[in-house]
């Protein structure tokens, strides 16, 4: 598969690492003047949750609007590696509606950090989601709880920390994860993150294997901000 190739370089100064202060007050160890033990950013979890966190804009495969991916942290108070940590991802393109998922980052094994992916249950939503299809603030998002949503068990990708700092992982095969949405039967997706860039493959297959959606070539999101 031929690697996309970056449009934009990431806004000179753009920083995403925290201090152990920062990330104590970001994940939410203060909430309630309870000190709980904040996790190692330097861990390989907290590390890709630091590299995800922000929002990022990339070119359309088909030459249309830019797509707009932003990570935003939820459910700050359970951000403990015994518990995950929750990121709300979404992604526009244009005027079009944002798609949305739940992405918990659990570590692996071998020192990698696996996403696992989360859907809303259906019958969790308010009704005005449940109908519409209408997409949630995070401040909605936070009122549901985790417990809202459902872990698509064959979709975890697990991401490999390289020496260079780089993290690259994903699903197995394009039958690996099944996905019901979008026109197709099962979800083939490859990441490769740095600090201020995120390479995104994704394509849908039908039963048959055949393509449904998706770009052969991957998507690169550069850093608008953290």
């Known amino acids: 598969m031929t690697m996309?190739?970056?449009?934009?370089?990431?806004?000179?100064?753009?920083?995403?690492?925290?201090?152990?202060?920062?990330?104590?007050?970001?994940?939410?160890?203060?909430?309630?003047g309870c000190a709980a033990a904040p996790p190692d950013p330097n861990a390989p979890t907290p590390r890709l949750a630091a590299y995800l966190k922000g929002?990022?804009?990339?070119?359309?495969?088909?030459?249309?609007?830019?797509?707009?991916?932003?990570?935003?942290?939820?459910?700050?108070?359970?951000?403990?590696?015994?518990?995950?940590?929750?990121?709300?991802?979404?992604?526009?393109q244009g005027g079009a509606d944002?798609?949305?998922?739940?992405?918990?980052l659990v570590p692996g094994t071998e020192g990698r950090a696996v996403i696992q992916t989360w859907?809303?249950?259906?019958a969790a939503l308010p009704a005005e989601h449940a109908l519409t299809g209408r997409v949630m603030a995070d401040s909605e998002v936070e009122a549901l709880g985790p417990e809202a949503f459902h872990h698509l068990r064959d979709c975890d990708l697990a991401l490999t920390l390289r020496a260079n700092g780089e993290f690259s992982g994903g699903h197995g095969s394009q039958a690996a994860c099944r996905w019901e949405?979008?026109?197709?039967?099962?979800l083939w997706r490859r990441l490769t993150l740095t600090p201020n860039q995120?390479?995104?493959?994704?394509?849908?297959?039908?039963?048959?294997?055949t393509p449904a959606w998706g770009p052969e070539d991957g998507i690169v999101f550069d850093r608008l901000e953290r």
């Open 119 to 122: 859907l809303p249950r259906r």
């Open 55 to 92: 929002t990022f804009i990339g070119d359309a495969p088909d030459g249309d609007a830019e797509i707009r991916l932003r990570a935003e942290p939820v459910f700050v108070d359970r951000w403990q590696l015994q518990d995950g940590l929750y990121l709300l991802i979404e992604r526009r």
């Open 4 to 32: 996309a190739t970056p449009g934009r370089r990431p806004p000179a100064g753009v920083s995403i690492w925290l201090s152990p202060l920062a990330w104590v007050l970001a994940t939410g160890g203060l909430l309630g």
């Open 198 to 209: 995120i390479l995104w493959w994704e394509r849908g297959f039908t039963s048959a294997g």
């Open 181 to 186: 949405q979008d026109g197709g039967d099962t």
């Open 98 to 104: 944002a798609r949305q998922e739940l992405w918990r």
